[in-house]
């Protein structure tokens, strides 16, 4: 079957970095998004990657090891808005879009 | 960035009732469009693929006369549930897929919060 993990809940304090891992089993894969959803809102798009290695966007940042079925999403310097749920989604060989159940980050002063 | 709009963004209705739902692309074609729907702290699971000008692609256990997909233009895609019962309450979100290829990024819009009474 099709499997994406991530971690249920994170903490972290705000100016700190936090990392948020993804692993995933799917059958292919042909790209990897994060998503970052605040409580009642509908996803916002933050990152893609399909080649191995680190994109960089601001203060958030996404690495994929396609080798090991892995990805993370550093952020840093991080704020009080950044408190939300972090989605992984990966696209099979069907390009078919699986989700992660998300990663629920909170963000203590 | 691409934005997608969705109305209404919140609607309370009576058992029986159909509501309709818009997924609009402003500034960009699309060509696909997705329905998802998320139940209170649960991942969103996608309901239908709507392709212009063709019928909607119903994933497995969505009924596809309980909720009509209608996708007329490159910008304009819409979601009828029909008699809506309680258990139909839930959050209802749009995706738009911006360019040709299928791997190209979905843009969402904000959702609309249904209740049915």
């Known amino acids: 079957g099709q499997n994406i993990d991530q971690p249920t809940e994170m903490t972290a304090t705000e100016g700190a970095i936090v990392q948020i891992n993804c692993t995933y089993q799917t059958s292919g894969f042909n790209g990897l998004f994060w998503y970052q959803q605040h409580a009642g809102e509908a996803p916002t798009f933050l990152s893609y990657n399909v080649l191995d290695g680190l994109e960089e966007k601001g203060r958030f940042s996404s690495f994929l090891s396609r080798s090991k079925g892995y990805s993370y999403l550093l952020l840093k310097e991080l704020q009080m808005k950044d408190s939300a749920s972090y989605l992984c989604a990966v696209t099979d060989s069907n390009y078919q879009l699986i989700w992660g159940a998300g990663t629920k980050l909170i963000i203590k002063p | ?117």
């Open chain 2, 1 to 117: 960035g691409a934005v997608v709009s969705q109305h209404p963004s919140w609607v309370i209705c009576k058992s029986g009732t159909s509501v309709k739902i818009e997924c609009r692309s402003l500034d960009f074609q699309a060509t696909t469009m997705f329905w998802y729907r998320q139940f209170p702290k649960q991942s969103l699971m996608l309901m239908a693929t709507s392709n212009e000008g063709s019928k909607a692609t119903y994933e497995q256990g969505v009924e596809k006369d309980k909720f009509l997909i209608n996708h007329a233009s490159l910008t304009l895609s819409t979601l009828t549930v029909t008699s809506a019962h309680p258990e139909d309450s839930s959050f209802y979100i749009c995706s738009a897929r911006e360019g040709q290829g299928d791997a190209d990024t979905q843009y969402f819009g904000p959702g609309t919060r249904l209740t049915v009474l």
